[in-house]
């Protein structure tokens, strides 16, 4: 079976800055991509930022010049920097990642969440 473990998030004044890190553990043959989504409150998941194995970068609008994706392939884990936060940015944060098991089977698989509170 595959875990994501997440860690960091907590609570921060605006302005502030927060990282995240997830690591993957399990019989993974190879990872993909990697990514964070968040949930607001009432509000769908929606992503923030996936980095692929090679690291290529995708993020959202909104997060753009503020937050850094980055990889770690040798331990399986991603992080996110996330730097003048702002209090639309609170949610709960969950780790993403699209990997292989089998070969030519990918999958994906969610951390369990991590709430990140900005307080104005």
């Known amino acids: 079976q595959v875990q994501l473990v997440e860690s960091g998030g907590g609570l921060v004044q605006a302005g502030g800055s927060l990282g995240l890190s997830c690591t993957a553990s399990?019989?993974?043959?190879?990872?993909?991509?990697m990514g964070w989504y968040r949930q607001a409150p009432g509000k769908q998941r929606e992503l923030v930022a996936s980095?692929?194995?090679?690291?290529?970068?995708n993020y959202a609008d909104s997060v753009k010049g503020r937050f850094t994706i980055s990889i770690d392939n040798a331990k399986n884990t991603v992080y996110l920097q996330m730097n003048s936060l702002k209090p639309e940015d609170t949610a709960v944060y969950y780790c993403?990642?699209?990997?292989?098991?089998?070969?030519?089977?990918?999958?994906?698989?969610w951390g369990q969440g991590t709430q990140v509170t900005v307080s104005s």
């Open positions: 399990g019989r993974i043959l190879s990872i993909n991509a």
């Open positions: 980095i692929s194995s090679g690291g290529g970068t």
């Open positions: 993403h990642a699209n990997l292989n098991l089998v070969w030519y089977r990918p999958d994906n698989y």
